[in-house]
């Protein structure tokens, strides 16, 4: 992966508020970015945007869009449920910050910024437009497949998915991680599902119904996790990595440096890595914290998002975890 | 009494898949790979059929099913895969190794029992 794949990336400015004519959209060509605006400014016509550009890398919102105190909030909350996967910034007229915002509004928004720090807010898109190196569609698919092979070891857990964004960091999260390969031939490299023991154990019990008191091994915890990413891992094969093509069998290897004391795993390559966090929320004990589990994606030895395809899907009467008899 | 061979490298899926077989009224011999399953049948006839994963360490599914089929030439042994593989070309050759059927996972046991009783009958 490098700078000649990266793909130039559409944001859409819901904004005009006090600013000087085309300032954002100079400020977007700066970072890379084309500013689209709406040429009507009302919810039914952006959420019509939205329907029609899949490819959005983001939003850039005014926190009283539409010309009333709170609308683009409400705005923002009807977006969020329509396309939860894409990243949204709030423009904020006196605090670069989400404070005062309700819980569940400020987690809708990847930063909140004001004119006066516009670099603030560069350096969040930079992290934030993963479109620029991974397709919408294709993190928009990770999602849902993931999400499906978690919610049957989490029965009893809600899972929500943040926004996903681009790391370049090499930090391990958490005490565990699992790791996966992934080869097609528009994409190798390594898929990752990295969790804190402690409360990712204290889950894994409460949801096989182990008592307090009981032991459980961290092998459990192993054989869980192990099990999620082979069910995210077979089920990104079966959507995205073409079963038709031949290729070299003596395919190149780097190798991979992990140093444990400082959580730090290197696949030698500078490159964005594509980290979505989810959060299992326990539906029936609404006390108890929810645990996040961060699912890592590089691609450090091929990235060709120009082939990406999605396989066709095969009609079948046959649904996951039924029998298909021969 | 017929018996069921449940071959998984996960512990998570194989236990799933053994109790609730077990739950069911069959009798279950667990194996944690496409080796440790292929000994397991040759050392006992009352297996009458194999639930097995497709990707394991030591020897995956497809080769031990290969090897059932191979080695095993007088068994009566129906074979399922349970796996997250769902591609034509694994399906495929599955087939020419003679297994029965194909379960993606995750594993479903109400909407797959009925038939995996009539295939020890």
Redesign the interface.
């Known amino acids: 992966m490098n700078s000649n794949k990266m793909v130039v990336s559409k944001v859409l400015v819901l904004d005009g508020a006090g600013l000087p004519p085309d300032s954002l959209k100079a400020f977007c060509e700066e970072c890379g970015l084309v500013a689209i605006k709406p040429q009507q400014g009302d919810a039914d016509s952006v959420m019509t945007i939205l329907k029609s550009n899949v490819d959005l890398g983001g939003i850039l919102l005014h926190e009283n869009y539409g010309g009333k105190t709170g609308q683009g909030l409400e705005l923002a909350r009807a977006i969020h449920a329509s396309r939860p996967e894409l990243p949204l910034f709030l423009r904020r007229d006196a605090v670069s910050s989400v404070a005062g915002l309700a819980e569940q509004d400020a987690a809708m928004f990847r930063c909140a910024y004001t004119l006066a720090d516009l670099q603030l807010l560069k350096a969040t898109l930079e992290a934030s437009i993963f479109s620029r190196v991974y397709p919408n569609d294709l993190v928009r698919g990770i999602t849902e497949i993931t999400r499906g092979a978690l919610q049957p070891l989490f029965r009893e857990c809600d899972i929500d998915v943040e926004t996903p964004y681009l790391v370049k960091d090499r930090i391990i999260y958490g005490e565990v991680f699992t790791m996966m390969a992934i080869d097609s031939h528009w994409c190798r490299g390594y898929m990752m599902l990295q969790a804190a023991e402690e409360a990712m154990m204290a889950l894994i019990s409460r949801e096989a119904g182990i008592d307090e008191g009981e032991t459980m091994t961290f092998r459990e915890l192993n054989n869980v996790l192990g099990e999620a990413t082979n069910l995210a891992w077979g089920a990104f094969k079966s959507r995205y990595v073409s079963q038709d093509v031949n290729r070299c069998q003596c395919q190149t290897q780097v190798p991979i440096i992990i140093n444990h004391q400082r959580r730090y795993i290197s696949f030698g390559s500078e490159d964005p890595q594509l980290c979505i966090k989810y959060t299992l929320r326990e539906r029936n004990r609404p006390d108890v914290a929810p645990v996040p589990l961060f699912q890592r994606f590089v691609f450090n030895l091929n990235w060709s998002p120009d082939e990406f395809r999605e396989n066709p899907t095969v009609e079948s009467l046959v649904e996951s975890g039924e029998l298909e008899l021969f | 009494m017929a018996q069921v061979l449940v071959v998984d490298d996960?512990?998570?899926?194989r236990n799933e898949v053994c109790d609730f077989l077990k739950a069911n009224g069959l009798t279950v011999v667990p194996a944690v790979d496409g080796k440790d399953g292929l000994d397991k049948l040759k050392a006992n006839s009352s297996i009458k059929l194999v639930v097995s994963d497709v990707?394991m360490p030591n020897m995956d599914g497809l080769t031990m099913a290969e090897k059932i089929r191979g080695e095993l030439k007088n068994s009566s042994v129906n074979i399922?895969m349970l796996?997250?593989?769902?591609?034509?070309?694994m399906?495929e050759r599955?087939?020419a190794a003679g297994?029965?059927?194909?379960?993606?996972?995750?594993?479903?046991g109400a909407?797959?029992i009925g038939?995996?009783k009539k295939l020890i009958a």
């Open positions: 996960s512990s998570t899926v990707n399922i796996t997250t593989e769902n591609s034509p070309a399906k599955g087939k297994i029965k059927g194909w379960i993606v996972k995750p594993f479903n909407a797959v038939s995996l």
